[in-house]
Antibody
Framework: QVQLVESGGGVVQPGRSLRLSCAAS????????MHWVRQAPGKGLEWVAV????????YYADSVKGRFTISRDNSKNTLYLQMNSLRAEDTAVYYC??????????WGQGTLVTVSS | DIQMTQSPSSLSASVGDRVTITCRAS??????LNWYQQKPGKAPKLLIY???SLQSGVSSRFSGSGSGTDFALTISSLQPEDFATYYC??????????FGQGTRLEIK
């Protein structure tokens, strides 16, 4: 069965960096686009970034452009989100998700990132 | 970017009620509209994709309709497990894959 497991969250000071990982199994990872979506405490869902199945294209929300980098290693079935220059407003649960037929069909359980001094 | 507006933001209903949540896009998105259910502390779950297609394993009391700019999610007969927050999402011109602000469905 499809499984996505995020890791790497934690408490970090403003201005510092953090790298999230999403380990995928149960499907052909190299065939699908992958997304990061976040949810601030008590708030709605916010799309963060997408990467094409082969890593050839990457797109970002304006709120993270220039600070976050999405990447993937298809040999390791793993998706990444490098987050630099973190701000308090980046505090959220971060989910990875698989895109199938223009929908984010399968989601991980999420990892919490808290940006605080 | 395409903006998605859901209504209502919150809704109180009883078990057995028929409920409809609407979602409006700021420009036409054909049928590129998905609906998700999220329960507290859990990841979102895909219910409906392409405006009206029921995701595998999802109860048939959920249905979606609409095209262009106006869409609706209908729950035919509310069950206790349906009380949750619902989000629409456009996938017509990603990126970004914009979400609506959510509709919280509560027990009356």
């Amino acid at each position: 069965q499809v499984q996505l497991v995020e890791s790497g969250g934690g408490v970090v000071q403003p201005g510092r960096s953090l790298r999230l990982s999403c380990a995928a199994s149960g499907f052909t990872f190299s065939s699908y686009g992958m997304h990061w979506v976040r949810q601030a405490p008590g708030k709605g869902l916010e799309w963060v970034a997408v990467i094409w199945y082969d890593g050839s294209n990457k797109y970002y929300a304006d709120s993270v452009k220039g600070r976050f980098t999405i990447s993937r290693d298809n040999s390791k079935n793993t998706l990444y989100l490098q987050m630099n220059s973190l701000r308090a407003e980046d505090t959220a649960v971060y989910y990875c998700a698989i895109e199938i037929a223009a929908a984010t069909v399968y989601w991980g359980q999420g990892t919490l990132v808290t940006v605080s001094s | 970017d395409i903006q998605m507006t859901q209504s209502p933001s919150s809704l109180s209903a009883s078990v057995g009620d028929r409920v409809t949540i609407t979602c409006r896009a700021s420009q036409t998105i054909s049928k590129y509209l998905n609906w998700y259910q999220q329960k507290p502390g859990k990841a979102p779950k895909l219910l409906i994709y392409a405006a009206s297609s029921l995701q595998s394993g999802v109860s048939s009391r959920f249905s979606g309709s609409g095209s262009g700019t106006d869409f609706a999610l209908t729950i035919s007969s509310l069950q206790p497990e349906d009380f949750a927050t619902y989000y629409c999402q456009q996938s017509y011109s990603p990126p970004p894959m914009t979400f609506g602000q959510g509709t919280r469905l509560e027990i009356k």
